[in-house]
């Protein structure tokens, strides 16, 4: 059964950090590219991150660039989101997503969620004084 599985949310104060993780199981993390979304309330599923599947191609949405970190451990099948200098704007529900690439495939990673076939539940993230 493919699964996977969001943890590392909570409340953090303005300014702090957090570092997301996301496990797999079910399949092999390293045939997949992999990605982080999010979505706060009333607005639309964004792309934060995204990581190929060798881990040497990364995305990051514009706004986030040099706040966010996007990391895989392909041995411990688990994807992170390192995140810093957290805002209140950053509150959202953070997803990680998968997608199976190719060796030799042209497409690394994308952060339009419609790529991506495989979806995490949803970690909590809120940022508050």
């Known amino acids: 059964q493919v699964q996977l599985v969001e943890s590392g949310g909570g409340l953090v104060h303005p300014g702090g950090s957090l570092r997301l993780s996301c496990a797999a199981s079910g399949f092999t993390l390293d045939d997949y590219a992999v990605a982080w979304f999010r979505q706060a309330p009333g607005k639309e599923r964004e792309g934060v991150s995204c990581i190929s599947r060798s881990g040497r191609s990364t995305e990051s949405k514009d706004s986030l660039k040099g706040r966010v970190t996007i990391s895989r451990d392909n041995a411990k099948n688990t994807l992170y989101l390192q995140m810093n200098s957290l805002k209140p704007e950053d509150t959202a529900v953070y997803y990680c997503?998968?997608?199976?690439?190719?060796?030799?495939?042209?497409?690394?990673?994308?952060?339009?969620?419609?790529?991506?076939?495989?979806w995490g539940q949803g970690t909590q993230v809120t940022v508050s004084s």
């Open positions: 997503a998968a997608v199976r690439t190719y060796r030799g495939s042209v497409y690394m990673c994308g952060l339009n969620s419609y790529d991506y076939n495989y």
